[in-house]
């Protein structure tokens, strides 16, 4: 993970953000092509921001400090507790910004604010084989490949393979209370 002063910031998503979300998404149909679908239409948005209630799940925004641009959105998906600490990271560039590495490190923040902030020890993010920007940023954020899980998620009309990568957090790392002592 970089430890370098980040470009980037996070932003908890809200519901606020819908128009600027929105019109981002549209405006990177090309971009997320295959890959996923995010709500592009208001009523969509909403019913969509339904699955951050509660807490299992978090969404953000990236911004560019400089410019307050958003390029892109991260998200911490199903939260566990107990013995296994970790949840699954989203991901996702916008086209207006795409190409200068602020996902990476948008993506290495949220690394950063889960394993020290949320005391997660485990992520994982799971990703189309073809999608090669996506194995990328994984890679150079020292994410491990763990195998592929067929037909593991329904995208785009189809149940779609997916490699499985995964990052755990770096000693020392402080256990959430919720974890066991035996």
Known sequence: MPTMPSRVELHPLT?????????????????????MQLPATP?????????????????????????????????INSIIRGRYQGASLGYAAFAPSAGHGYMTEGVAVTLHYAFTELRLHRLEATIQPANTSSLALVKRLGFRYEGVSPDYLYIDGGWRDHERWAVT??????????????
């Open 169 to 182: 957090a770096p000693a020392p790392w402080a256990p959430d209370p919720s974890l066991p002592e035996v």
């Open 15 to 35: 519901l606020s953000d819908q128009d600027e979300f929105c019109a981002l998404v549209q405006a990177s149909a090309e971009l997320h092509g295959p890959w």
């Open 43 to 75: 009523e969509a948005f909403r019913v969509w921001m339904r699955r951050f209630d509660g807490g299992g799940n978090l969404g953000f925004l990236v911004r560019v400090r400089e410019t307050g641009e958003t390029a892109g959105m991260v998200n």
